[in-house]
């Protein structure tokens, strides 16, 4: 699915998203459990009204941890990007399809951060500010360390690169 000259992201990318998705499900499956035992605690349901709601949250748990295990997987395969000498582009999205062109010259500065995961899966994610007030700060995740730095150094302004 990439196109030419386009790159895809690290596969590593797709493990980060899915450690991601089921803390993301685990947190609100909880809380939706604490929320309903609280109300259930409140109001004191029939055992048949109890029933159907521990089957809706158990419904909607794995519903949703299914979701977010399958959908890195799948946005996986429409994520890619190319640096060449006009700046950056960006392509990503299933159903939305978004294109980012970053131009080389409106590039201020540029960074590489990880999270804890990310760092966990040796990725990093690159950062571009650009000139501007509006979407002045456009990230790509999914790079290994060292691509992420690459593309950093070549994104570089070029008044920025002679300077010692």
Same mark, same amino acid.
């Given at each position: 699915?990439?196109?030419?000259?386009f790159q895809p992201l690290d596969p590593r990318i797709i493990d980060v998203r899915q450690t991601v998705g089921l803390i993301t499900s685990?947190?609100?499956?909880?809380?939706?459990?604490?929320?309903?035992?609280?109300?259930?605690?409140?109001?004191?349901?029939?055992?048949?009204?109890?029933?159907?709601?521990?089957?809706?949250?158990?419904?909607?748990?794995?519903?949703?941890?299914?979701?977010? %295990? @399958?959908?890195? *997987?799948?946005?996986?395969?429409?994520?890619?990007?190319?640096? =060449?000498?006009?700046?950056?582009? &960006?392509? #990503?999205?299933?159903? %939305? @399809?978004?294109? *980012?062109?970053?131009?080389?010259?409106?590039?201020?500065?540029? =960074?590489?951060?990880?999270?804890? &995961?990310? #760092?966990?899966?040796?990725?990093?994610?690159?950062?571009?500010?650009?000139?501007?007030?509006?979407?002045?700060?456009?990230?790509?995740?999914?790079?290994?360390?060292?691509?992420?730095?690459?593309?950093?150094?070549?994104?570089?302004?070029?008044?920025?690169?002679?300077?010692?």
């Amino acid at each position: 699915m990439v196109p030419d000259g386009f790159q895809p992201l690290d596969p590593r990318i797709i493990d980060v998203r899915q450690t991601v998705g089921l803390i993301t499900s685990a947190v609100l499956s909880a809380a939706a459990l604490i929320a309903l035992a609280s109300v259930g605690f409140a109001v004191r349901p029939s055992w048949t009204i109890v029933s159907i709601a521990a089957g809706g949250w158990l419904a909607v748990s794995a519903l949703l941890g299914w979701w977010l %295990w @399958r959908w890195p *997987v799948i946005s996986y395969r429409y994520a890619s990007y190319r640096i =060449d000498d006009a700046g950056l582009e &960006i392509r #990503r999205g299933v159903v %939305w @399809r978004s294109i *980012v062109n970053v131009p080389q010259s409106r590039v201020q500065h540029t =960074d590489v951060s990880q999270g804890p &995961i990310e #760092r966990g899966h040796e990725l990093s994610t690159l950062i571009v500010h650009t000139a501007g007030t509006e979407h002045a700060r456009v990230g790509l995740p999914g790079l290994a360390r060292p691509v992420a730095i690459a593309l950093r150094d070549q994104l570089l302004p070029r008044d920025g690169r002679d300077a010692v």
